[in-house]
């Protein structure tokens, strides 16, 4: 019995100097930031929380891992309060409840320090951020491309990171010793394709733009005759009439027309539209005033045009007139008033692209027996007056802009027209896919010259985009400026075959009256038709 008490304290001395080793560490059961650091010294305490909290946080994208440095979204400790807060728990123990502890291994009144540390939130969010930038794949939109080969490509599913929803995860992992514990599952949304609309389109025709290398404006109105849907790029912007003004000519001189157009004026409309000749529009607006009087013509145009609602289109001037006194040298519109006039427009003829397209579609809808043409004017223009406005314009095959953008079987009946800074085309396409409205302006701010080098070619671009927009099953893939190289040549070859005819013809003619030699003179038509002077 002796023996075993001798052993007893000698143990106890033993286990008395070994406490005295670690008295000055810290106290059993300590914990600091949830980490036991229990007999450890301020140093090894200081290197665990350290090991710990600065270990890298394990983001889970999908399939993914990104590590987090804590140190990089400016994480950190205050470790010596901490530790101080520790050591001061330690003090308050007394030696032999200390000494108690150390023998059980178990704390009677445990201490525990709650973490001290902060984070810029900020720098968290930009971490999450580059993570999502380099892993995300966010769903596609369809595209329209340009030129020979696939003109569509679907859109595609994909799937976005919620930075906002995987913020706090994310910090809360920052504050956690564990390294199961420091892992956080970001927020993935899942994205579905998304449909083709008149949004892709707008894209397409802005990217057009972005690469045109001339510092250009455009003004594109695009409406869905089925859906009504619209695309609208500047399209209430004052820019100038052009000839494609003359379209509202078509509409006017039908109305004060009673019934079919005669010999005389079905030449004239056949001139404006096809040979976009001023003389023949000016012509028109002496039968639009019921007398010999273009500028009366002109101001019952642009009456009849805001009736309509078309409020910023006008003409003030007949094409190629002068101002005179007693007739106004332009109009003020909601469009002219604006601050900042972007296209330059012409005073003496204005419109926008969405009041050209407005009208277009009116024709339109007239010729199918609706629309505001018949409910404006009841019983002074009809669906088959506003039919052959369209098959008119369908003749046109001058001015190669919309036309050359689809396929040569489809029917486009559209004015175009230009001055030297401002280029442009409106029509109605009669595609397989729809019936769609398209006006198309392309200006040169600030320019002397507008080369059609370089318009015509995005307006030809434009205008396929649009087709294969309401085409994209079947899109129109030639190459539009191939087209027109094409159409260019066999244009020059039929002139020229008709020339050699003509010359050929003349040859024979004069064969002939040689071989007559009786010589009988004739009689010499000296009528001349007088070029007409605008009445004012």
Sequence with gaps: MLLLLVLGLLYLGYQAFLYSQVREKLPTGATIAQLDVGGLSREEAAAALTERYLSPVILQHLEEQVELNPQDVGFNMDVETML???????????????????????SFDSTSIQLIAGYDQAALRTQLENVA??????????????????????????????????????????????????????????QEAAELNMDVLRTQIEQVMASDGQ????????????????????????????????????VETYRVLEGTPNEYVQGLLYDTAVLSSNFAA???????????????????LTESMHRLGLVNTFLAIPYDANVVATRPSTYTTPANSAAELIFEPDTARQTTAEDIGTLL??????????????AVYPGEITPQD???????????EEGNLIRFGVPEEVNVSHKHGWDEVTHGDAGIVFSPGA???????????????????????ILRQFAQLTYNYFNFEDPYTENVDDRAIREAAAREAAAEAAAAAAAEEAANTQDGEAAGEEGVEGEVDTAVTPTPTPTP
């Design 361 to 374: 579609s009116m024709i339109y809808y007239c010729s199918k027996g609706g629309g505001a043409l018949l």
């Design 84 to 106: 101080d807060q520790a050591e001061a728990a330690r003090g308050d123990v007394p030696f032999w409840e200390g000494f108690a502890e150390f023998l059980l291994q178990r």
């Design 435 to 457: 019936d769609y409205v398209m006006v198309e302006y392309v200006h040169y701010p600030g320019g002397d010259f507008l080369l059609h080098d370089f318009s015509f070619p």
């Design 133 to 190: 930038s380099f892993l995300d794949k966010p769903a596609t939109a369809p595209q329209l491309l340009l030129g020979a080969g696939t003109s569509y490509k679907p859109g595609e599913t994909g799937y976005v990171t919620d930075v906002e929803a995987s913020l706090p995860a994310a910090e809360m992992a920052l504050y956690q010793p564990e390294a199961e514990e420091r892992q956080v599952e970001l927020v993935i949304e899942m």
């Design 386 to 396: 506003c039919q052959n406005i369209i098959d008119l314009m369908v003749l046109n």
């Design 282 to 300: 000016n012509l028109l607006l002496h039968e639009i005033a019921g007398e010999a009087n273009t500028y009366l013509g002109a101001e019952l």
């Design 215 to 250: 510092g250009l404006l455009d003004s594109v109105f695009v409406l869905d005759l089925q859906t009504g849907e619209e695309l609208a790029i500047n399209a209430t912007d004052a820019i100038s009439g052009l000839s494609i003004l003359k379209i509202a000519i078509f």
